[in-house]
């Protein structure tokens, strides 16, 4: 009888990415000069007004000095002070798809707007791959939303960031703020634009 052979590793084609986010860090980024951290300022978080269901950003202590709802002239999220230069418009899957169909001419002339602008982000609050997949409703074709997604990127030079839950866009939104005013910061008071020496 032949004996069966067991492999000690097995391969790569098996592994499977378990998804399982760990919990967010007590400050994103530290500002260093000469290995000494700098003393900045922590911004404030600006939430549109007409967002529906907004992103809460209350778990995220000592992130911000605080945390201000008006209606901003552009996009979801933002920082005060920074309302004309960094932007953040945020969608669920069900509201990128009307997007990109039934409201295109109106969201494709935001993006525009805020492709123009030196910080502007897209978060969709949903997997790549559901996007990809298709709708239980509609008769909207997941190639066109993706293909749009990707044009915004090509074409406008717009980012998008896909995140699996709410949640976890809450911290990306939230990082990227924090950081956006940070790095502002950071040049604005001649310290250049990076984190630490040599680094980013």
């Given amino acids: 009888m032949a004996r069966k052979t067991r492999t000690?590793?097995?391969?790569?084609?098996?592994?499977?990415m378990r998804a399982a986010p760990v919990s967010h860090p007590i400050i994103p980024v530290l500002?260093?000069?000469?290995?000494?951290?700098?003393r900045t300022p922590l911004p404030v978080v600006v939430v549109d007004t007409r967002e529906q269901i907004p992103l809460s950003f209350r778990r995220f202590k000592?992130?911000?000095?605080?945390?201000?709802?008006?209606?901003?002239?552009?996009?979801?999220?933002?920082?005060?002070g920074m309302e004309d230069s960094c932007v953040v418009e945020r969608k669920?899957?069900?509201?990128l798809i009307h997007s990109f169909t039934g409201n295109r001419a109106v969201f494709?002339?935001?993006?525009?707007?805020?492709s123009q602008l030196p910080h502007g982000l897209l978060v969709i609050t949903a997997p790549l791959s559901q996007i990809k997949s298709a709708y239980p409703y509609g008769r909207v074709s997941p190639n066109q939303v993706t293909q749009s997604l990707i044009a915004v990127l090509a074409g406008l030079r717009m980012p998008f960031v896909c995140t699996?839950?709410?949640a976890l866009g809450e911290e990306i939104v939230?990082?990227?703020?924090?950081?956006?005013?940070?790095?502002d910061w950071l040049e604005r008071n001649g310290h250049g634009?990076?984190?630490a020496d040599d680094d980013l």
């Fill in 8 to 16: 000690l590793i097995s391969s790569p084609l098996e592994w499977q």
């Fill in 31 to 38: 500002a260093e000069r000469g290995g000494s951290q700098l």
């Fill in 62 to 80: 000592g992130w911000f000095a605080g945390i201000e709802t008006r209606a901003l002239p552009l996009g979801d999220y933002s920082v005060a």
């Fill in 92 to 95: 669920d899957l069900a509201d």
């Fill in 108 to 114: 494709v002339k935001r993006l525009r707007r805020m």
């Fill in 164 to 166: 699996e839950t709410h």
């Fill in 174 to 183: 939230a990082s990227y703020l924090y950081q956006t005013f940070l790095y």
């Fill in 193 to 195: 634009r990076f984190l």
